[in-house]
C-alpha cells in the first residue's frame, strides 16, 4: 500500500444536526432506490421473456434514481460533452461509491465490479439486479469473462469499468491497467466497436478536505457514506465524455489504455475550481 492509500481520511464529528441531515437525506435515498429496485425486479419479468438480455427498460429507471440520488444528497452534476450512441464500452477513473450514481445519471450504462462486490449487503443485490458484470481475478476464468463480454458488447450494451483497478482519494488517477482493453481485440469486435474515455472530478464543499469525496484504502464503507449524507452542504462533480476512439485505430490493448489514460488524465488535471 502506497503512503497515499495509507493516508488518514478525513474525518468530521456528527453532532445532532447531522444526524438530522443524513436522516433527511438517506431515507429519501433508500426509498426510492430500494422502491425502485421492486419496480425493475416485475419489469424483468415482462422484459426478459420480449427481449432477452437487451434491457430497453430497466436502464431508464436505473439513471432516473441515480438523478434522483444525487438530487437528495444536494451534489451539483456539471457536464460536457456528450456520452456515445454506439455500440462499444466506457472507461473512466474511479475515485468513490458515488461513481455509481454520476456515471450512471448520465448515460445507460452496465458496470463491470470485481467479484466481490456481489456479496456486499445491500449493494450486490442493487448490482445483480442493475446487470452489473463481476469478473474474477484468476487467470483461469480469462475465457469464460470473455465470453461474458462479448455476449453484453453484441447484445448492445455499453460497459463500463474502472482500469486503475481501485478507488483513488478524488485527487489523482492510477496508472490504467491494460487487462480488461484485450476484450475488445477478439472475434472482430475491434472492427465494430468504440471505446469513451470519461474523466470524473470531485469539488469538495467548501472548506472541506480536497479528499472529502474520496473513497480509498481500507476506508469502510458504512462511515463514508454517513460522513456524506450528514455533511453541512455539498460540493460538485464534473464529468467529462470525450470523443470515442475505434477500437481498431490501435494496434494493441496497451496503446488503447494507454489512450484513455492519457486523455483523462490530462481533463483531470485541467478540471476548473
Known amino acids: 500500500m502506497t503512503d497515499w492509500q495509507k493516508a488518514a481520511a478525513p474525518q ?6 447531522g444526524w438530522l441531515r443524513a436522516l433527511g437525506r438517506g431515507v429519501p435515498m433508500a426509498l426510492v432506490t430500494y422502491g425502485a429496485l421492486v419496480l425493475l425486479l416485475l419489469l424483468r419479468l415482462v422484459e426478459w421473456p420480449l427481449f ?15 438523478r ?3 438530487f437528495f444528497l444536494g451534489l451539483r452534476r456539471e457536464t460536457r460533452g456528450q456520452p456515445m450512441k454506439g455500440k462499444g464500452a466506457v472507461v473512466a477513473n474511479h475515485s468513490s461509491w458515488l461513481d455509481i450514481f454520476v456515471l450512471n445519471a448520465g448515460q445507460r450504462i452496465y458496470f463491470v465490479a470485481k467479484a466481490e462486490v456481489s456479496g456486499w449487503p445491500g449493494i450486490g443485490w442493487l448490482a445483480r439486479a442493475t446487470g452489473t458484470v463481476f469478473i474474477e481475478r484468476r ?6 469473462q470473455q465470453k461474458v463480454f462479448e455476449d453484453r458488447l453484441l447484445a448492445g450494451h455499453q460497459l463500463l469499468f474502472f482500469p ?13 491497467k491494460s487487462t480488461l482493453f484485450q476484450a475488445f481485440f477478439t472475434n472482430g469486435l475491434d472492427r465494430v466497436l468504440s471505446i469513451q474515455p470519461v474523466t470524473v472530478v470531485y469539488h469538495a464543499p467548501a472548506g472541506e478536505d480536497p479528499r ?5 484504502g481500507d476506508m469502510d464503507f458504512a462511515p463514508h457514506l454517513l460522513q456524506t ?6 460540493g460538485r462533480v464534473e464529468i467529462v465524455y470525450h470523443p470515442p476512439v475505434p477500437v481498431d485505430a490501435f494496434a494493441t490493448r496497451k496503446e488503447l489504455a494507454a489512450h484513455c489514460e492519457r486523455v483523462i488524465r490530462a481533463s483531470h488535471g485541467l478540471a476548473g475550481n
Open 68 to 70: 434522483a440520488n444525487l
Open 52 to 66: 432477452g438480455p437487451s434491457r430497453p427498460w430497466t436502464p431508464y429507471l436505473t439513471q432516473f434514481v441515480c
Open 164 to 176: 486503475e483497478g481501485t478507488s483513488t482519494d478524488a485527487i489523482r488517477v492510477l496508472p490504467f
Open 212 to 216: 472529502f469525496y474520496g473513497w480509498w
Open 12 to 17: 468530521r464529528r456528527i453532532g445532532p444536526a
Open 229 to 234: 449524507l450528514a455533511a453541512p452542504r455539498h
Open 139 to 144: 487467470g483461469t476464468e480469462a475465457k469464460a
